[in-house]
């Protein structure tokens, strides 16, 4: 079964910083989807990466997928508290049926 | 965004009862919608998958007997969760699958809890 690994599980930024979050899947990727989720809510979307190499952005955030479509990464620039939340990575693993990571728990310090 | 809502946001009810718990696409169709179930600061794991005018398709491990599933339109999927039991409190999340823009969208969820 596929399995998708997030890391780091948490991170700290000060308001202003730019922060890093990945995704690396045991096995190759045919539909990436990143969603951001507060605590006991719902699942915001976020972007879908398909090709190797893709690389889509939306305001601050900016998601790539890498050749080998086994990882992808979520970039987000000059951080506000409206970033903090889990960001989780979900794999298409057939017939549109998502696999999720365990989530990256991200905290913007104002 | 596409919107997907549920009903109710949450419940409570007594060991033994039943849930219907519904998902409805607002601005689109869907043909395919998904329920999703998540544990406290755990990632979410797929239940099965809602059929339009079809039966669901069941993860493995997922009791279908427990956890019915009606995709009666194109915009409404309902998940039951029959004779409820304590390990049954979870937090339940559909989603739904809008062709057009090939992409998920989720639903706020419902809590559940099983007294």
């Known amino acids: 079964s596929q399995e998708l690994e997030q890391s780091p599980q948490s991170l700290i930024v000060q308001e202003g910083k730019n922060l890093t979050i990945n995704c690396t899947s045991s096995?190759?990727?045919?539909?990436l989807y990143w969603y951001k989720q507060k605590y006991g809510e719902g699942l915001i979307f976020l972007m879908m990466?398909?090709?190797?190499?893709e690389e889509k952005s939306h305001e601050k955030i900016t998601a790539k997928l890498d050749e080998k479509k086994q990882q992808s990464s979520l970039h987000i620039t000059a951080s506000q508290p409206s970033h903090a939340g889990i960001y989780l990575c979900?794999?298409?693993?057939?017939?549109?049926?998502?696999?999720f990571g365990k989530g990256n728990q991200v905290v913007v310090i104002p | 965004g596409a919107v997907v809502s549920q009903h109710p946001s949450r419940v409570i009810c007594k060991s033994g009862t039943s849930v219907k718990i519904e998902c409805r696409s607002l601005?689109?169709?869907?043909?395919?919608m998904f329920w999703y179930r998540q544990f406290p600061k755990k990632s979410l794991m797929l239940m099965a998958t809602?059929?339009?005018?079809?039966?669901?398709?069941?993860e493995q491990g997922v009791e279908k007997d427990k956890f019915l599933i009606n995709h009666a339109s194109l915009t409404l999927s309902t998940l039951t969760v029959t004779s409820a039991h304590p390990e049954d409190s979870s937090f339940y999340i559909c989603?739904?699958?809008?062709?057009?823009?090939?992409?998920?969208?989720f639903g706020p969820g419902t809590r559940l809890t099983v007294l």
């Open positions: 989603s739904a699958r809008e062709t057009t823009k090939d992409t998920q969208y």
């Open positions: 096995k190759t990727l045919y539909g």
């Open positions: 990466l398909q090709k190797g190499g």
């Open positions: 979900g794999a298409d693993k057939g017939f549109d049926r998502l696999a």
């Open positions: 601005d689109f169709q869907a043909t395919t």
């Open positions: 809602s059929n339009e005018g079809s039966k669901a398709t069941y």
